[in-house]
C-alpha cells in the first residue's frame, strides 16, 4: 500500500524536515515491560521492548506455513484485559475478502506467545483503481470497534472507509456501521476519552488528521442510527460530524499514524518525509520529535532515521514506529527491502536517536502495543 503515493505528493515532500525544538515529554528512569507487535511480509511478529529485543513469529504467514495467517496494519489490544487484539488479516484475498481478525493471546513473554484468530471483521469495500486495504483498528469506550481502510492510494476520489462494528466479536458475521467512505488514503485511528474518533488522512490536498464526534451508531440499523446504504448496499450513516482537526503544516505533509502519550500529548507520522511531530490535546504543534538528518534526502537509501508509517507508545513514553524504508529508484517510489521496528526513547523530556528493534523487514507498516497483566 502507498507504493505510489508520492505522486500525488511532488518532489517538494522528499525533503528533510528541519529540527525543532522546545515541548516535554515524560523522562523514562523506569520502562515498563511491555511487548512490541508488528506485522510485516504477512507474519505476526512479537519484540521485547528492552535491548536486546528479542523477537518470536507468532504468527507466520500462509504461504511459509499451510496453517498460517497473513497479518498486517494496526494492531490494537482490547482495553477489557482479555487479552484480545485486532489485526489486519487478509489471507486469500480476494477469497475471502480482507478484513480484520480478531484474536486471542495467550503467554505474557517473547519467545512464549501463541495467538488464535477467533472473529474476523469483513466489510464491503468502495471501488477502488488499486486495491482496499484495511489499516486502522481502535475502540469506543463501551467496547464498539472501529476501523479504517486507505481506499485509493495515490490517485483517484477519495475512497477510504471510517466504519463502526458491533459486538459480540466471536464470529466472521459482525454487523457494522459506515461512518466515512470518502476519506484520502486513510490511516491510523486514534479514540480520546470522550469517544471523539481521530483519523490520519495521508493524500494531498485534503491530507491531515480528521476528528468525528458522535454519538455514533449503536447498531446496524435506523433504531440504531444507521438508517442509510452506500453503493455497496452496506448500513451507513446519514451524516457524521467531521472536522479538519490537524493540518499538514509543520512538515505534517502525508499524516500516517496517530497515538496518545500518557501525558496527554499526541504524536502524528508523516510517512513520506520521515517525520513525527508532537501535538497538545487540542491539536496545537508542540515540536517535531523525529525528523531526517540535515541534508538527507530520498533516494535508492531511505533516511537514516526512517519513514515512520504506524505508530505505539508504551506506559513510559517511549514511542515505537514501523519504519517501512521508503526509497527511489528507477523502479519507482515505494518501501524498500530493509524496513524496521524502531524505538524513539526520551531522556529528561528530550528526544533520544532512535534505537533499531528489527530489520529486514517487508513493508512493516503496523504497530501495538502489549502491557503484560501482573500475576
Given at each position: 500500500?502507498l507504493?505510489?503515493?508520492?505522486a500525488a505528493?511532488?518532489a517538494s515532500?522528499?525533503v528533510a524536515?528541519?529540527?525543532?525544538?522546545?515541548?516535554?515529554?515524560?523522562?523514562q528512569?523506569k520502562?515498563?515491560?511491555?511487548?512490541v507487535?508488528?506485522?510485516e511480509?504477512?507474519?505476526?511478529?512479537?519484540y521485547?521492548?528492552?535491548p536486546p529485543?528479542?523477537k518470536?513469529?507468532?504468527i507466520?504467514?500462509?504461504?511459509d506455513d499451510?496453517?498460517?495467517?497473513?497479518i498486517n496494519?494496526?494492531?490494537?489490544?482490547?482495553?477489557?484485559?482479555?487479552?484480545?487484539f485486532v489485526?489486519?488479516?487478509?489471507?486469500?484475498q480476494?477469497?475471502?475478502?480482507?478484513g480484520?481478525?480478531?484474536?486471542k493471546?495467550?503467554?505474557?513473554?517473547v519467545?512464549k506467545l501463541s495467538?488464535?484468530?477467533?472473529?474476523?471483521l469483513?466489510?464491503?469495500y468502495?471501488t477502488?483503481?488499486d486495491n482496499?486495504?484495511n489499516?486502522?483498528?481502535?475502540?469506543l469506550s463501551?467496547g464498539?470497534?472501529v476501523t479504517?481502510?486507505?481506499?485509493?492510494q495515490?490517485t483517484?476520489d477519495p475512497?477510504?472507509?471510517?466504519i463502526v462494528?458491533?459486538?459480540?466479536f466471536n464470529?466472521?458475521d459482525v454487523?457494522?456501521?459506515?461512518?466515512?467512505?470518502?476519506i484520502?488514503?486513510?490511516?491510523?485511528?486514534?479514540?480520546?476519552?470522550?469517544?471523539?474518533?481521530?483519523?490520519?488522512?495521508?493524500?494531498?490536498p485534503?491530507s491531515?488528521?480528521y476528528?468525528y464526534?458522535?454519538p455514533?451508531p449503536?447498531?446496524?440499523?435506523?433504531a440504531?442510527?444507521c438508517?442509510s446504504q452506500?453503493?455497496?448496499g452496506?448500513p451507513?450513516?446519514d451524516?457524521?460530524?467531521k472536522e479538519?482537526?490537524?493540518?499538514?503544516e509543520?512538515?505534517?505533509l502525508?499524516?500516517?499514524g496517530?497515538?496518545?502519550?500518557p501525558?496527554?500529548?499526541l504524536?502524528?507520522?508523516?510517512?513520506?518525509?520521515?517525520v513525527i511531530n508532537?501535538y497538545?490535546?487540542?491539536?496545537?504543534y508542540?515540536r517535531t520529535v523525529l525528523h531526517?538528518?540535515?541534508?538527507?534526502?530520498l533516494?535508492e537509501?531511505?533516511f537514516?532515521?526512517g519513514?515512520?508509517?504506524?505508530l505505539?507508545v508504551g506506559?513510559?513514553?517511549t514511542?515505537?514506529?514501523?519504519?517501512i524504508?521508503i526509497?527511489v529508484s528507477?523502479?519507482g517510489v515505494g518501501?524498500g527491502?530493509?524496513?524496521?521496528v524502531?524505538?524513539?526513547?526520551?531522556v529528561?523530556g528530550e528526544?533520544?536517536?532512535?534505537?533499531?528493534?528489527?530489520?529486514?523487514?517487508?513493508?512493516p507498516?503496523?504497530i501495538?502495543?502489549?502491557?503484560?497483566?501482573?500475576r
Open positions: 500500500m507504493v505510489a503515493l508520492s505528493l511532488g515532500a522528499l524536515a528541519p529540527a525543532v525544538a522546545g515541548g516535554a515529554a515524560p523522562s528512569s520502562a515498563a515491560p511491555v511487548i507487535f508488528n506485522g511480509g504477512d507474519n505476526l511478529n512479537a521485547s521492548s528492552k529485543f528479542k518470536q513469529t507468532v507466520r504467514n500462509h504461504d499451510p496453517e498460517g495467517l497473513d496494519a494496526q494492531i490494537c489490544f482490547f482495553p477489557d484485559g482479555s487479552n484480545r489485526a489486519g488479516e487478509d489471507t486469500g480476494p477469497d475471502p475478502p480482507q480484520w481478525g480478531i484474536f493471546l495467550r503467554g505474557s513473554s519467545g495467538a488464535e484468530q477467533v472473529g474476523k469483513t466489510p464491503t468502495q477502488t483503481l482496499a486495504e489499516y486502522g483498528c481502535g475502540f463501551d464498539r470497534i479504517t481502510d486507505i481506499g485509493n495515490a483517484g475512497t477510504g472507509q471510517l462494528w458491533f459486538p459480540p464470529s466472521r454487523e457494522y456501521c459506515k461512518l466515512d467512505i470518502a484520502a488514503t486513510a490511516g491510523g485511528i486514534y479514540v480520546d476519552k470522550q469517544d471523539r474518533i481521530y483519523v490520519a488522512s495521508a493524500r494531498p485534503s491531515g488528521v476528528r464526534t458522535g455514533f449503536t447498531s446496524a440499523d435506523a440504531g442510527g438508517a452506500d453503493s455497496t452496506a451507513m450513516v451524516s457524521v460530524d479538519l482537526f490537524i493540518g499538514p509543520n512538515d505534517l502525508t499524516p500516517s496517530i497515538v496518545r502519550s501525558n496527554g500529548k504524536y502524528v507520522s508523516s510517512v513520506f518525509n520521515g508532537e497538545d490535546p487540542d491539536g496545537t508542540v531526517p538528518p540535515e541534508g538527507e534526502s533516494g537509501q531511505t537514516t532515521t519513514t515512520p508509517f504506524g505505539g506506559p513510559d513514553g514511542l515505537y514506529y514501523a519504519d524504508a526509497v528507477p523502479e518501501p527491502p530493509d524496513g524496521k524502531r524505538r524513539l526513547r526520551f529528561d528526544p533520544r536517536p532512535p534505537q533499531t528493534m528489527g530489520a529486514g523487514l517487508a513493508f507498516d503496523g501495538g502495543v502489549y502491557v503484560p497483566r501482573k
